[in-house]
């Protein structure tokens, strides 16, 4: 069974430019999540979606900040303008129901900002 | 708040060497609790995890149980490889807690021939 995919790996950008990250959750996943990871700490929410609605998205910046999970499937993160102290790594996961408290990560993606 | 408190890293042993790495925790409900690794340039995986007081997980020689008196989930393996060498976070999550994991800071673990 494949896992959580994202893409791009890393992402290196100037300031104030634009970036986008995408994940595709395992095969049959309703809940899907955004984490942050600042480096030396542990993950933190960002967004939580129930097919296609966000259902937690309180502690996403709404006004850099911004998901969409079109079709209750793949789902993308964006930052407009980026700041150079989102750089990080930003992690998707996923997991089978709401109720289902495991979660599976995707690899993250690596974001730089110069 | 729910918080988890992990010991601190790195921490560095002698292949095959007992390991331990504590995580306390407190939490507002009855939470389930687990250890996901991180590998250098991987995302989280998870290792193993307990739902409730007295529950042991085990995964790859790894085991953790769940203690609600000392409300702790200290990880275990008996003896380490250096293929163990990773991150490993500690984490739980509530019931009606709208599937948040709230993560501990992570401890690296170095294992050396």
């Known amino acids: 069974e494949a896992g959580v995919v994202q893409s791009p790996r890393y992402k290196i950008i100037e300031k104030k430019q634009p970036v986008a990250f995408w994940c595709n959750p395992i095969s049959g996943h309703n809940t899907l999540y955004w984490y942050l990871q600042n480096l030396g700490q542990g993950p933190e929410l960002l967004i939580r979606y129930e097919n296609e609605e966000a259902v937690d998205d309180s502690q996403l910046p709404k006004d850099r900040f911004s998901a969409e999970r079109l079709k209750g499937v793949d789902s993308t993160l964006k930052i407009q303008p980026a700041e150079l102290g989102d750089s990080a790594v930003y992690l998707c996961?996923?997991?089978?129901?709401?109720?289902?408290?495991?979660?599976?990560f995707g690899p993250g993606t690596r974001l730089t900002v110069l | 708040g729910n918080s988890v408190t992990q010991m601190e890293g790195p921490v560095t042993l002698s292949e095959e060497a007992f390991l331990t790495i504590n995580c306390t925790y407190t939490a507002t409900g009855y939470p389930s609790l687990f250890w996901y690794v991180q590998y250098p340039g991987e995302g989280l995986q998870l290792l193993l995890k307990?739902?409730?007081?007295?529950d042991k997980g085990s995964n790859k020689g790894f085991e953790a149980t769940y203690r609600k008196e000392t409300t702790s989930f200290h990880l275990e393996k008996g003896s380490v490889q250096v293929s163990d060498s990773a991150v490993y976070f500690c984490a739980l999550i509530l019931t009606g807690g709208g599937n948040k994991l709230t993560f501990g800071t992570g401890t690296q673990l170095k294992v050396e021939l």
């Open positions: 996961a996923s997991s089978l129901l709401a109720g289902e408290h495991t979660q599976y």
């Open positions: 307990a739902t409730k007081a007295d």
